[in-house]
T-cell receptor, first 114, second 113 residues
Framework: GDSVTQMEGPVTLSEEAFLTINCTYTATGYPSLFWYVQYPGEGLQLLLKATKADDKGSNKGFEATYRKETTSFHLEKGSVQVSDSAVYFC?????????????FGSGTRLQVQP | GAVVSQHPSWVICKSGTSVKIECRSLDFQATTMFWYRQFPKQSLMLMATSNEGSKATYEQGVEKDKFLINHASLTLSTLTVTSAHPEDSSFYICRPDNPDFFHFGNGTRLTVT
């Protein structure tokens, strides 16, 4: 079955540091890949997505590239801010019509210190 | 943009009572709605998939008699937690199935005392 593996957290960085959160996946076919962010006490926000190999998703300074050869979708940001402190979830969707449920990774907590 | 409205945002109930959570797709029709559950400090797990006009499908380990799902219209799906117990305390969140829309409702935080 489908699965997503994320790096263990928490990840603690100083403000303006470079961020990488690793994500690898196992899926049948050609899944779509996503990063979601969850701020404390809140719901999920879609951060970015990519639907095919070599696509790069980007939003709010975050980027991730769909690497089919390494089955990865690592999240990066060049300079993190305290406001980026949150839990980040990598997810995939491999179903067709009527079965676009998402499979989530375990989440990675990011703590950015001033 | 498209919006998913989930209500209530939070609820506290006593053990043994039932709680209904609504999920509305405001901008498009959704024949299928996904319901997820998130326990504290854990990831999201798919609980069930509701289908307009037919029975919901439940993931392994999810009690269908406890978590009643109704998808009576193309824009509304409801999840009722029946005879709630403290172990049902969790964050419940929905998302309509759409090839171009991958946003979630804001979620419902349920606390059973």
């Amino acid at each position: 079955g489908d699965s997503v593996t994320q790096m263990e957290g928490p990840v603690t960085l100083s403000e303006e540091a470079f961020l990488t959160i690793n994500c690898t996946y196992t899926a049948t076919g050609y899944p779509s890949l996503f990063w979601y962010v969850q701020y404390p006490g809140e719901g999920l926000q879609l951060l970015l997505k990519a639907t095919k190999a070599d696509d790069k998703g980007s939003n709010k300074g975050f980027e991730a590239t769909y690497r089919k050869e390494t089955t990865s979708f690592h999240l990066e940001k060049g300079s993190v801010q305290v406001s980026d402190s949150a839990v980040y979830f990598c997810a995939l969707s491999s179903g067709g019509t009527g079965r676009r449920a998402l499979t989530f990774g375990s989440g990675t907590r990011l703590q950015v210190q001033p | 943009g498209a919006v998913v409205s989930q209500h209530p945002s939070w609820v506290i109930c006593k053990s043994g009572t039932s709680v209904k959570i609504e999920c509305r797709s405001l901008d498009f029709q959704a024949t299928t709605m996904f319901w997820y559950r998130q326990f504290p400090k854990q990831s999201l797990m798919l609980m069930a998939t509701s289908n307009e006009g037919s029975k919901a499908t439940y993931e392994q380990g999810v009690e269908k008699d406890k978590f009643l799902i109704n998808h009576a219209s193309l824009t509304l799906s409801t999840l009722t937690v029946t005879s709630a117990h403290p172990e049902d305390s969790s964050f419940y969140i929905c998302r309509p199935d759409n090839p171009d829309f991958f946003h979630f409702g804001n979620g419902t935080r349920l606390t059973v005392t």
